[in-house]
């Protein structure tokens, strides 16, 4: 039996909910069948009642008809990861195939384990200093690595968290946190290393794809410090792997708040320039939206325009739609550690993505909120 996402077993997923999931809930991509919202599991204390609440919550989630679960090392001290775990074991017994849902996670970020050390620099320095994994001058900025020895490290813990022999997407979380430090041809350099070993991990079958997860990158103007070009990563890809690289997934905000994925034309295709969702489509990468309720913010008080635009019940789900119905995007990620938010979140699951019609009407105003 498959130990990750394929084609099938995606497919087969999307089938347990004809006649409850409404047309365009499901998108392929990558020769997957993903859903329009997925779970994250970012937000929370690092404590066991939180870690119950995101197992049960991602039961749920998967229960609901979302197939995406992100999350990363660092999240919660590594709890995050476990909850995961826990809660694929308890949708085994439920009958649910590994084969069926998208298992996410990150590497970057140095984070202790489970709780906060007393002393946080003797921590480092016994678990990856002592060890070799990092050595001198792999840090930057305090507490980020893309060193090809300590991505490895990260991803055979997280393999180990998540209980999974191969985890489906696996990304480079945040890279630009170097970019205040480390010189762009540096940054580069890194960035193909990490790329070298990521590449390997695939053919080794640790992982399936690779990608990176960003905050201000993507979205910036091009003269910001921390600006990336999505062409300019990928032809680093296309340099360690040819055309058939695996760097296909790529993580950024987008929300009602934060539009610049579909709205800012920072990067350069040929001699134009597009937003990330017309060059990624080129490209062949899938967009995953995060902080599609800009970390709950969105969940209430949205302005009436955007209530007539897209109708639903509440604001949260309108929010949701915004990020599910935006072109380019292939899943609006939310992070829900309770049940009751994922029972009202994926009720979307029912509804189609806006229209072309009801999308373009939040735009005729000329603003966002
Ligand atoms: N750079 C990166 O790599 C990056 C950055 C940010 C996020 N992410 C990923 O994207 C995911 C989503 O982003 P996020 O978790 O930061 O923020 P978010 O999804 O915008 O918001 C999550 C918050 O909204 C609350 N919420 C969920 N549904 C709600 C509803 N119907 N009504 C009211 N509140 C609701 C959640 O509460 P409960 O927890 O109580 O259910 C949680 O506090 C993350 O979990 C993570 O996986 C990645």
């Given at each position: 039996?498959?130990?990750?996402?394929?084609?099938?077993?995606?497919?087969?997923?999307?089938?347990?909910?004809?006649?409850?999931?409404?047309?365009?809930?499901?998108?392929?991509?990558?020769?997957?069948?993903?859903?329009?919202?997925g779970i994250g599991t970012y937000l929370g204390e690092a404590d066991?009642?939180t870690d119950?609440q995101y197992t049960?919550a991602i039961?749920?989630a998967?229960?609901?008809?979302?197939?995406v679960i992100d999350s990363a090392i660092n999240y919660r001290l590594q709890r995050s990861e476990r909850s995961v775990?826990?809660?694929?074991?308890?949708?085994?017994?439920?009958?649910?195939?590994?084969?069926?849902?998208?298992?996410c996670t990150k590497g970057g970020f140095?984070t202790?384990?489970?709780?906060?050390?007393?002393?946080?620099?003797?921590?480092?320095?016994?678990?990856?200093?002592?060890?070799?994994?990092?050595?001198?001058?792999?840090?930057?900025?305090?507490?980020?690595?893309?060193?090809?020895?300590?991505?490895?490290?990260?991803?055979?813990?997280s393999?180990?968290n998540l209980?999974?022999?191969?985890?489906?997407?696996?990304y480079?979380h945040n890279?630009?946190?170097?970019?205040?430090?480390?010189?762009?041809?540096?940054?580069?350099?890194?960035?193909?290393?990490?790329?070298?070993?990521?590449?390997?991990?695939?053919?080794?079958?640790?992982?399936?794809?690779?990608?990176?997860t960003t905050w201000?990158?993507?979205?910036?103007?091009?003269?910001?410090?921390?600006?990336?070009?999505?062409?300019?990563?990928?032809?680093?890809?296309?340099?360690?792997?040819?055309?058939?690289?695996?760097?296909?997934?790529?993580q950024l905000p987008c929300n009602?708040?934060?539009?610049?994925?579909?709205?800012?034309?920072?990067?350069?295709?040929?001699?134009?320039?597009?937003?990330?969702?017309?060059?990624?489509?080129?490209?062949?990468?899938?967009?995953v939206a995060s902080a599609a309720l800009l970390q709950g913010q969105?969940?209430?008080?949205?302005?009436?325009?955007?209530?007539?635009?897209?109708?639903?019940?509440?604001?949260?789900?309108?929010?949701?739609?915004?990020?599910?119905?935006?072109?380019?995007?292939?899943t609006a990620l939310v992070g829900m550690s309770r049940?009751?938010h994922v029972?009202?979140n994926?009720?979307?699951?029912?509804?189609?993505?806006?229209?072309?019609?009801?999308?373009?009407?939040?735009?005729?105003?000329?603003?966002?909120?």
């Open positions: 039996m498959s130990s990750f996402a394929t084609s099938d077993g995606t497919k087969k997923y999307a089938a347990r909910f004809a006649g409850r999931a409404a047309a365009g809930h499901f998108r392929e991509q990558q020769g997957l069948w993903l859903s329009s919202i066991a009642r119950q049960e039961v749920a998967v229960e609901a008809g979302a197939n775990r826990a809660a694929l074991e308890e949708l085994a017994r439920r009958g649910f195939a590994r084969e069926e849902v998208l298992i140095l202790p384990d489970s709780d906060m050390p007393a002393d946080v620099n003797e921590y480092f320095q016994r678990e990856y200093v002592a060890t070799d994994i990092l050595r001198e001058g792999d840090v930057a900025a305090g507490c980020h690595s893309m060193a090809p020895l300590f991505i490895a490290d990260q991803l055979e813990r393999g180990r209980g999974v022999e191969t985890i489906d997407v696996y480079l890279p630009e946190t170097q970019l205040g430090e480390v010189p762009r041809k540096m940054f580069n350099n890194r960035v193909r290393a990490a790329f070298e070993f990521l590449e390997s991990a695939v053919a080794a079958t640790k992982i399936r794809f690779y990608g990176m201000n990158a993507f979205r910036q103007t091009e003269n910001a410090q921390d600006y990336l070009s999505l062409a300019a990563m990928e032809s680093l890809a296309r340099d360690v792997a040819g055309a058939s690289h695996h760097f296909r997934f790529v009602l708040g934060m539009t610049e994925a579909l709205t800012r034309s920072n990067q350069p295709l040929d001699a134009r320039r597009v937003p990330m969702v017309e060059i990624a489509n080129k490209l062949g990468i899938t967009l969105l969940s209430r008080g949205l302005p009436s325009f955007v209530v007539s635009a897209l109708g639903l019940q509440n604001d949260a789900e309108r929010a949701l739609q915004f990020v599910r119905s935006t072109p380019g995007i292939t049940v009751e029972r009202a994926l009720a979307l699951a029912g509804v189609s993505p806006a229209s072309r019609d009801e999308f373009s009407r939040l735009f005729e105003r000329g603003r966002t909120p």
